[in-house]
């Protein structure tokens, strides 16, 4: 069973962007806004 992403936790990154991973490939399914980051996804580098 693949796990899914329900894109409740989106969040709208505010500064500091530059000090995240790049999006995961469930991140870029729910949002091609380079603002937007799902907070359950998204990883300090």
Known sequence: ???R???????TILA??????????RER??????AKRLSCQAQVK
């Open 5 to 11: 992403t329900c894109g409740r936790c989106m969040v």
């Open 16 to 25: 500091g962007a530059h000090l995240l991973a790049p999006k995961t490939r």
């Open 29 to 34: 399914e729910k949002t091609n806004h380079p």
């Open 1 to 3: 069973m693949q796990k």
